[in-house]
């Protein structure tokens, strides 16, 4: 799922820097069915299983999950969530903020 160079990245903000969100979102993967999307923004050098992400759900939150449970998931049609190869990596506590705001202003 993950390029040795974003596993790389993703090792180096373990952390400090994750629990801030001051390190970049490297890696959006997403449901094509429905809203729910992940942003991969840290990963336990320890246990390559362990990341840290934002999780855009019915709510934004800011979570540690298993990569196989990530790769795990499917959709109703029992497709699989994908990798989105358009996204380029953004300071995660802006994905963080523009997420909130998009799902929670006006209510």
Request: with cysteine; glycine share 4%; hydrophobic share 35%.
């Amino acid at each position: 799922m993950l390029s040795p160079k974003q596993v790389e990245t993703l090792q180096k903000n373990w952390g400090v820097i994750s629990e801030c969100l001051s390190c970049k979102s490297e890696v959006r993967v997403y449901d094509p069915l429905s809203t729910w999307e992940c942003y991969i923004h840290a990963m336990n050098p320890d246990n390559p299983d362990e990341v840290v992400c934002i999780i855009n759900g019915e709510t934004v939150e800011v979570s540690i999950w298993s990569l196989k449970e990530i790769a795990a998931l499917f959709n109703s049609h029992g497709d699989s969530i994908r990798v989105d190869t358009s996204y380029r990596p953004r300071l995660a506590k802006e994905v963080y903020k523009s997420l909130r705001k998009d799902k929670y202003d006006g209510q």
